[in-house]
């Protein structure tokens, strides 16, 4: 579970750098497309977003529940969303879409509830990052390289996740693109976020960035 700041990776790389990139949110409809136990959902209702989250997983919607009884979360999954055409301003997708087996229904999904105009955020593991299990250290734990194989091979691979078994899914950054962009939406933002320079923590993200966030409109 990740509490309200979120861990590392959340707090200090990927909030600062989706907050620089999303609009004026007050008043606008926001829907969060795996939004887990709903962190993001509260984080952006805060600055008067009107938040919907759906998530596959009950434990997780139970949790964001609770935790939000204003918010509106929803058992669902990606690939079918059960919302309307045309409903949102704005459709996030936070550390999700490689979790998603059928990616190209759920980024269909995404711009069908889209409304004319609206705007799509999708945070993600670097497509170079989710081919391989992680870097390579040396047994001070100081790391090494990372190794890049099967990067244009589409494939599953199981991991723990927060106790979690989960299955992420690895597919080249221009399949990624290309589920939006053959959809006629256009490339706004491509951000390689990376935490602060003072940082003593992730300092092998400036030779080798984790994240990415791409925006469409
Ligand atoms: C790494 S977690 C991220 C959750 C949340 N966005 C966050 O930042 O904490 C990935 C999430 O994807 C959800 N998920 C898995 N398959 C999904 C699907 N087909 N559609 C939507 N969400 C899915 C999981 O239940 C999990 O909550």
Redesign the pocket.
Known sequence: M?GETGDFA?SQVLDPALADILPNLNGKTVL??????G??CRQLSEQGAITTG????PE?IAHAKQMHPDGTYLEA???SLPFPDNSFDLVIS???LI???DDRA?ANEMVRVLKPGGQIFIVTISNMGSCTPGWVKDENGKHLYRTVDRYMEHFSMELA?GGLEIINYHRPLSHTLNLFLFQGMVLTHFLEPLPPESSEHFQQEFRCPTFQIFAFK
């Open positions: 990740q959340r969060d497309v795996g939004c887990g136990e962190r993001l759906i998530d596959p997983t997780f999954i990606a690939e936070y550390l999700t979790d998603i087996p759920a996740w």
